[in-house]
Nanobody, 116 residues
């Protein structure tokens, strides 16, 4: 099994930056892709950024040019660097892992609040 633990959320003013971290443990060899999702109050959970096993990346249109997903394999950690934050980026951010057997694992979430 894979376990995911996120950190790095918090309160930031509009225009500021935050970096989220997601540490994977357990059967990390089974992971095919990892990503970050977010869920704002009253809205559905949406994909923010994804990183495949082959290092391809995919971003939501709303964050392109502002957010960057990256990985440190030695630390089993995936990051989400968020720059030029906007109030509409306020949400709970979840780390997600997809295994080669198409299982999905979620972290507990970390709250990001962007004040105007």
């Amino acid at each position: 099994q894979v376990q995911l633990v996120e950190s790095g959320g918090g309160l930031v003013q509009a225009g500021g930056s935050l970096r989220l971290s997601c540490v994977a443990s357990g059967s990390i060899f089974s992971i095919n892709a990892m990503g970050w999702y977010r869920q704002a109050p009253g809205k559905q959970r949406e994909l923010v950024a994804a990183l495949t096993h082959g290092e391809s990346t995919n971003y939501a249109d709303s964050v392109k040019g502002r957010f960057t997903i990256s990985r440190d394999r030695a630390k089993n950690t995936v990051y989400l660097q968020m720059n030029s934050l906007k109030p509409e980026d306020t949400a709970v951010y979840y780390c997600n892992a997809k295994t080669f057997r198409n299982l999905e694992i979620w972290g507990q979430g970390t709250l990001v609040t962007v004040s105007s």
